[in-house]
């Protein structure tokens, strides 16, 4: 159309420069300053309540970190401290397993789903499957999450369906098993994730591959090990993520299905920030748990990462 | 196909299983009783007279209308400017720009909703509604986005280098001959952006300066057995509305794909 590139570009820079400071402002300037407050501290160890007082003045320090590590009372370490360390370290592992356990489960079960809607629907049905698929993903999570209360509580829906076939005859309450109804609640809450990309992988495959294989003697099921599922290994990847990420750090589920008894560590970023109202050790919680995520993350992909990159 | 068969009866049972609580709902918000458990009892509509005239409840009504309209406007405002520049133009910088924009669809919700928190705290802006759509608008975008570029990537571009030879400007081609065509994908962009605010809790909790939301209100009310009947009827009308809003939105979106001539490759994500 004439446009030299730089003109192009300069149409393109201003369009998107409204959203592009949008999130500068609104999510770059709140991380930045999130991970600088994770550092920061007060004369004579007072903790950093925002907005500061008058004369009060942030200094650089590691004293915030160094209390996640405090294991045994010492100078620098507290009574308090140290069992403020222990309970953070266990709803940090919490979260991990939680997460880990709901990650498992969800991609698992969604996986002959994604498979079932990729291979056997017809085409023009497809979008209706994954339309019904996604519905209750994008009705209120909190209503969601609260019902499971009522499923697995005390008489509740599963207790009702499980005495009526007379597997039980006590009430199973599963809801006082915490952690146990924090994974089923949570893996039903993320079932759509997972479907979405592993079904988008699962669309790329080739099919003349998987004719090539059979007609060179594999069977159905070798074909499928050996073609299909390594070639849909980089929707699984994305599922694991999308469903990892979110899960870790989950509020809502802990607080309403756990009772706040067996808490996850987004609960102790928000006592921090919220109810004790100490925001640089809430921004330590938070920049160590994304850390920590990070890491679990990076790891995972590079274990996986012969199975990405695409096709050459 | 027998193994066709084994799997369609297992997605079958997924997907029941999947709508198991949202079938649940309405037992018992109709249920004769002020405890939420089997066998039920009877049927009654009280919950529903009881959760109309709730004040509180009217008054979070109005507050998440606001909250969500606000959102859902600018959320698909700001979602069609970067769908556009990143479909239309090419650009230096655009994975990064595009990337960052998507990021708090991986980011958990607490860590969106703190920095928020703290940035508003260290400013020192008073926490009200206003603060709550700042937020909702962050998390709503990517799914404009999302919506929005594939409104756009279905839209035939010499239909746009026509009306420029024949003599239309920039923005009149773009009035007359895109709006049209991607208006389908703008109208779904709104109802999703509308239904992701007025369900969010997290944000709309810590960021509302104790202005009563629909979220907030139904949160509190599940953590108190005595107001658990209402909040159920409360939530079956939620639900059912959220349902109809995104029937409607997939609708705009098939129509759209449909417009533009394009295939329809499923699913909003």
């Known amino acids: 159309m004439g446009n030299t590139p730089s003109a192009e570009a300069k149409a393109g820079w201003t369009l998107v420069s409204p959203p592009a400071i949008y999130v500068l402002l609104m999510l770059a300037a709140p991380l930045l300053l999130v991970f600088g407050l994770s550092f920061a501290g007060l004369e004579g160890g007072a903790k950093v309540s925002l907005p500061l007082q008058e004369g009060q003045d942030l200094h650089f320090t590691l004293s915030n970190y160094a209390k996640l590590f405090c294991w045994s009372a010492s100078d620098t370490c507290s009574s308090t401290d140290v069992r403020m360390a222990q309970a953070t370290a266990t709803a940090m592992g919490r979260s991990l397993l939680v997460a880990a356990l709901v990650t498992l489960t969800t991609v698992l079960l969604a996986y002959p789903v994604a498979y079932y809607v990729s291979f056997h629907v017809h085409p023009s049905k497809k979008s209706l499957w994954l339309f019904l698929i996604t519905i209750p993903f994008w009705t209120s999570y909190v209503i969601r999450v609260a019902l499971w209360r009522t499923i697995l509580g005390y008489d509740g829906a599963v207790d009702a369906a499980l005495g009526a076939v007379g597997i039980i005859d006590q009430p199973l309450n599963l809801l006082q098993y915490g952690t146990l109804a924090i994974v089923i609640t949570l893996s039903h809450a993320y079932a759509p994730f997972a479907v979405l990309p592993i079904f988008v992988s699962l669309e790329k495959v080739d099919r003349s591959l998987l004719e090539a294989g059979q007609d060179l003697g594999e069977s159905r099921w070798t074909t499928f090990l050996r073609v299909t599922l390594p070639l849909s290994m980089a929707g699984v990847v994305a599922a694991v993520l999308i469903v990892f990420i979110p899960t870790v750090g989950d509020y809502v589920t802990p607080e309403l299905i756990g009772s706040g008894k067996v808490p996850m560590i987004a609960n102790f970023i928000e006592t921090q920030m919220w109810k004790l109202r100490n925001q640089a050790m809430g921004s330590t919680l938070a920049v160590s748990s994304m850390l920590i995520v990070a890491v679990v993350a990076t790891l995972f992909v590079l274990a996986n990462r012969r199975f990405l990159g695409g096709r050459k | ?269």
Do not use: C
Not at chain 2, 201 to 223: K, Q
Not at chain 2, 245 to 253: D, G, H, P, Q, S
């Open chain 2, 1 to 269: 196909m027998k193994q066709g068969l084994g799997l369609r009866t297992y997605t079958v049972i997924y997907l029941l299983v999947l709508y198991g609580p949202i079938i649940i709902l309405p037992l018992f918000a109709f249920n004769d009783a002020t405890t939420v458990a089997f066998p039920l009892s009877g049927f009654t509509t009280k919950w529903f007279g009881q959760m109309l005239a709730d004040a509180n409840l009217r008054k979070a009504l109005v507050n998440s209308l606001i909250v969500s309209l606000s959102t859902a406007t600018l959320a698909t405002t700001l979602g069609i400017l970067a769908a556009r520049s990143a479909v239309r133009y090419s650009w230096p910088g655009k994975g990064i720009v595009m990337g960052s924009i998507m990021v708090p669809l991986v980011l958990p919700e607490m860590i969106v909703a703190m920095a928020l928190l703290v940035l508003l705290l260290a400013a020192g802006i008073k926490l009200s509604l206003f603060t709550i759509i700042l937020g909702h608008v962050l998390i709503a975008m990517p799914f404009a986005v999302a919506i929005l570029s594939s409104a756009f990537q279905s839209l035939d571009k010499s239909l746009e280098e026509a009306a420029l030879d024949l003599g239309e400007t920039g923005w009149s081609t773009f009035r007359l001959i895109v709006l049209p065509l991607v208006m389908p994908g703008i109208l779904a962009s709104f109802l999703i952006t509308f239904t992701i605010s007025i369900d969010e809790f997290i944000i709309a909790n810590f960021l509302g300066g104790g202005e009563p939301v629909l979220s907030v209100f139904v949160f509190t009310a599940f953590r108190f057995p005595s107001t658990v009947p209402p909040v159920l009827a409360l939530g079956t009308m939620l639900v059912a509305f959220s349902i109809l809003l995104l029937t409607i939105a997939e609708y705009f979106r098939r129509r759209g794909v449909a417009k533009a001539g394009g295939k329809d490759t499923g699913g909003f994500l």
